[in-house]
Structures are given as C-alpha cells and as structure tokens.
C-alpha cells in the first residue's frame, strides 16, 4: 500500500498460522498509512492486520498517552486519526469475538508530522561591482519538500511579481537566486521569496537589496608634506587625504618603512588615526618617521579597490635650544650678567625671550646682555628656526647674592644716586621699611628718606643736586633710627 508505516511482528502460542480457533493467531500485525506526507490535525488511516482467531476482533491502542478501544474490528479496516505531533501508535491488545486473547501482542505504527515552513535564515542585502554576480539565500525549514519562488520589486518595495529562470536570474524556485552581471540600473531592486511548504504556507521572507556600483575613481591625490618632531607642538601633526567618487567607499591607509617596497596596512593608535577614513593624521614624535611612504586603498561597495599615488612624510628634527648665562647667576649691585642662547642644527628665524613667563618685548637676538639686580627672575627662549620647527629652552633664574655691603653708586655724582643694601625679606610684602639720611662735611642733615624694602636689593634713589658739591656721609637706619649701614658719596 502506498505510503505504508509500520512493522510485522509474529505472536508466540498463536497456532500455526490461526489453524487453532481456541487462540488467536496474531501471525501477522502490521500498521499501514496512506498518506506520503502527514500535516497536523488533518485525518489519516492507521490499519492493524490480523490473522487467526475469530473476528470480528477487539483492538486496543495506545498513543502513548491514551488507550482507545475499537470493537467490531475487522483486520485491515482503517482506523482514523490526527495527530497534531509525531505520534506512535502502540497496540495493547486483541481480543477474539470467542474471547480468546493473543499473547506477545505488538506493533508500532509511527505517523510523521511534517512541520509548516519556516525561515530560519532571511536573504541578506548585497553590493557589488557593476558586472559582478549576486546571490541572494534563505534558509528554511523543514529541510526538504518545500516550495521557492522568488520576487522582484522594482519600485522600492511598492509591488512585487515573480521571477522567470531567464537572464539575468536563475535559481528563482531554489533557495538560492542568482542575478548574473547585475548592472547599476539593477540597483535598489528589492527581493524577496515566498516559500511553500507541504503542510502550510505560503510564508514570505524579509526584503533583500541589491546595490550595484561602480569602480572608485580617485579625483584628489595624496600630498607630500613635512611635520616638525617637536611633540609639545600642535606642528607635529599632519594629514593625508584623498578624495573619490563611487558608491558606498571605503578607504585603508597603508604606510611602508622600507621606500616603498612593500606596504602594511595603517591601524588607528598614537600615531595614527582616521585608518579607514579619507583623511589619515599622523603624529610624528621623533625623526624614524622621516621619508614613510602612504598610500590608500579606496574601494567602492562590492569592486576592487584602488590604489592612490603614494605621499611621502618629511619629519624635520626639533631645534635644540640650550640657554646660558655668563659669568653669574647670581648677583648683587655692581655685578652683570649676560644670557645666551645657543640654537642647532638649523639657523634660527625668530627669537622670543620670555621672564617668569611673560614675553619680553623688543629683544629679537640670541642673547640678553647687561642684566643686574633689578631683573630677578626665571629666563626662557623660544624658537623658531629657519625650517619652521619650534623648540623652547631650558629655564635659567637669575637670583640675589647675599652681600652684607652698602653700595652707593655712582659715585662720584652730579648728585643724583643710589643707595642699595641687600634685604633678606626678599619680596615678602611685610619687610621693614628702612630709612636713608645724609650729612654733608659739616654734619648738618640734608636728606632723609623712608623707603619700602621690597626685593632683595631696593633702590633707594636719592637727589642731592641742590645741596652742591661735596663729600656727604650716608646712613641707613632702622625705622626706629637704629643704624645699620654708614658710608661715603662724592657730589661733584
């Protein structure tokens, strides 16, 4: 019978061949169905064989769950069922109609559900070169015994109709569409399949696209370009970019180290970033940079890609900048110093020249000559050379020398001069203030004077030009006229 399911299962004691009507001779039990393919819940036909014994016969079944008794049973009548699942049917029993049970009673007929379709994996968009091949794959269960066809929608989506196995399609009733030498007409064609199973369906799958696109064209080339070492300047950065047109572009630097003979690709790190973009920064720290070579692959969706013109990186070297000061550092009134700076490998194009981090206006040179006890303070240079690199100096302080003289100067005068002492409240705002008198030759007061002692040696500036020529006594007193210092000036 076609379509049949099932065993023959031989009964022991049954007589030889059901001669003995005291015993039924379950000889031969078998379980038939009719149908090839069996869907949920629709009615199919189990049959049990029996010979020997008397019928019309009793038979119990089982489906594993339930027993059912069927009276009056004929052997190979069908019996109706529909299952929802893969089911077993079991015989438990059959009874003669002289009520003789058959021992040893078996038989399984097993009834297959065949599952609806189902997708399991939808059809994936694509892109390709103009002229290339595309496919399109759904995957589905059950594995065998369903139905394709695939559809085209050439208005975004708005209808769609099946497709012919004719140029450039084939496979459209397989799992797998082929589009032969898809053209760039072809893209933004939208598939999709329905697909048919033997129990149930149709079921569609999602919407795949196609993009079809053409070869990148590259309109703008790299640049060669140079890049100063300096790391603390933003002039150590640099880029190389490229401009293309085609259809969804993607772009990858690669740089070689060895001029150009053979090429790595570029990866985004401190060095480098914008790998895959169409602009690539590079950071150049020190001179092992000088003359890579980079170039960029573009490729455009689904083509080969295409090579740039190489640009080739110049790292020119950081000036090395060394400030000096000869022959003190630190001084007090009388003694002078002067700062030089020092500048390699490149001549220098601009000098600036900074004290305690302010630029000092109108000083162009290498050097800062004549500097005294009024100009304290921390001394910088920054550079620009002739190649356009920076570099700034090592810092220089220029300081006080304690010194327990009273220096009074010029002297001699027209009668205006200095008087200076050296102060080691520095520039605490709180020192004492400190008072200067003089006397001319006959000890007569001419001058006297409070001053604010803020700095290491303050400039008492005194003004006698009034007073005539002569040799006057200096004293410098306490606030509380306690004297500190006495000396000498000469007024002529």
């Known amino acids: 019978t076609t379509g049949r399911v099932g065993f023959r299962y031989f009964v022991t004691n049954g007589g ?13 039990v078998q379980y038939f169905t009719n149908n090839s393919v069996n869907c949920a819940n629709v009615t199919t036909s189990i049959n049990v064989n029996i010979t020997g014994g008397v019928g019309p016969y009793s038979v119990v079944y089982s489906n594993g769950n339930t027993n059912t008794t069927i009276n009056q049973y004929n052997s190979g009548d069908p019996i109706q069922v529909a299952p929802n699942a893969t089911t077993s049917y079991t015989i438990v029993s059959v009874t003669g109609a002289n009520g003789c049970v058959g021992t040893g009673n078996s038989g399984t007929a097993t009834i297959t559900i065949t599952p609806p379709a189902a997708i399991t994996t939808q059809p994936a968009s694509v892109s390709v070169c103009s002229g290339n091949n595309a496919t399109f794959t759904v995957a589905s269960t059950p594995l065998s015994g369903n139905n394709f066809q695939w559809q085209l929608s050439t208005d975004g989506g708005t209808t769609y109709t099946n497709l012919a196995n004719a140029a450039p399609y084939s496979g459209v009733t397989t799992s797998t569409l082929t ?30 696209v196609l993009t079809v696109n053409t070869a990148a064209v ?13 790391p603390s300047t933003a002039a150590n950065t640099t880029t190389f970019s490229v401009a293309a047109t085609g259809g969804n572009l993607t772009y990858q630097w690669q740089v070689s180290t060895n001029g150009g003979t ?12 914008g790998a895959t973009t169409n602009t690539l920064t590079v950071r150049a720290t020190n001179s092992i940079f000088n003359n890579y070579i980079y170039r960029v692959l573009v490729t455009s969706g689904g083509c080969t890609a295409v090579t740039s013109s190489t640009a080739t990186l110049t790292v020119k070297p950081a000036p ?21 700076v020092a500048v390699s490998p490149n001549p220098v194009a601009t000098y600036m020249w900074f004290r305690d981090g302010v ?23 920054r550079v620009v050379d002739n190649q356009g690199c920076g570099g700034v100096s090592n810092a220089i302080t220029l300081r006080d020398s304690a010194n327990s003289n009273l220096f009074i100067y010029p002297s001699p005068n027209n009668g205006q001069f200095s008087v200076r002492i050296f102060n080691p409240a520095g520039n605490t705002l709180a020192a004492t ?17 409070l001053f604010t002692m803020v700095g ?19 004293d410098v007193l306490t606030n509380n006229g306690e004297r500190i210092k006495t000396g000498r000036v000469a007024v002529f």
């Open 320 to 340: 090395s900048v060394v400030l000096s000061a000869a022959p003190f550092t630190a001084l007090f009134p009388g003694l002078q110093t002067t700062l030089t």
């Open 456 to 474: 290491a040696y303050v400039d008492m500036k005194v003004n006698l030009a009034n007073h005539g020529k002569g040799i006057y006594s200096v």
């Open 433 to 449: 203030p400190r008072q200067v008198v003089i006397y001319d030759s006959r000890g007569a007061r001419v001058y006297s004077q």
């Open 179 to 208: 589009v032969t030498g898809a053209t760039t007409a072809m893209s933004g064609y939208r598939y999709r399949v329905n697909i048919q199973g033997a129990c149930g369906g149709p079921v569609t799958s999602a919407v795949a």
């Open 16 to 28: 030889p061949n059901g001669a003995n009507s005291d015993f039924i001779g379950l000889d031969d």
């Open 359 to 381: 630029l000092i206006p109108g000083v162009t040179g290498n050097s800062l000559p004549g500097l005294g006890v009024d100009d304290f303070g921390t001394y910088t240079v």
């Open 262 to 273: 053979s090429f790595t690709n570029v990866t985004n790190n401190a060095n480098y970033t």
């Open 218 to 230: 590259i309109t703008a080339q790299p640049v060669s370009t140079s890049i100063c070492s300096t």
